[in-house]
């Protein structure tokens, strides 16, 4: 049997998503990239966010482009990360994690729907 990571994100997004296309073995690729706090409080009561940069590829990437904005809440699914650092504007170190997700849920409540009526989903 083989091993997997199986991770699950939820949180809000820091900026709007950006789409460019890829050059990749199998030809060019479209992705759209944005990220994504994850907050908690620690045991000392401080908050703390880390930031996951999520990449979407292909027919995700149509969704994500379209759907997805500042201030979304999502739900991403992935199988594999891979760590990465930053330094913030004030010159302080900040670590993040960068993600391709497999699924993509858009949380957020459309606008002018009731509990009851939940609306058409448009995919």
Known sequence: ?????????????????????VQTSNGDKQVTSFS????????????????VRVNCWNALADVAAKYVRKGSLVGVTTEWLRPS??????GSPQASIDIDANRLTLLD?????SDDNPGDIPF
Do not use: H
Not at 36 to 51: H, I, P
Not at 109 to 113: A, E, I, K, M
């Open 1 to 21: 049997m083989g091993t997997i990571i199986s991770i699950n994100i939820t949180g809000f997004v820091g900026s709007d998503p950006q789409v460019r296309t």
């Open 85 to 90: 650092a930053w330094v913030d504007q004030s």
């Open 36 to 51: 994504v706090a994850v907050n908690r409080t620690n045991g000392g009561g401080q908050k703390q966010t880390l930031w």
């Open 109 to 113: 409540r459309v606008n002018g729907d």
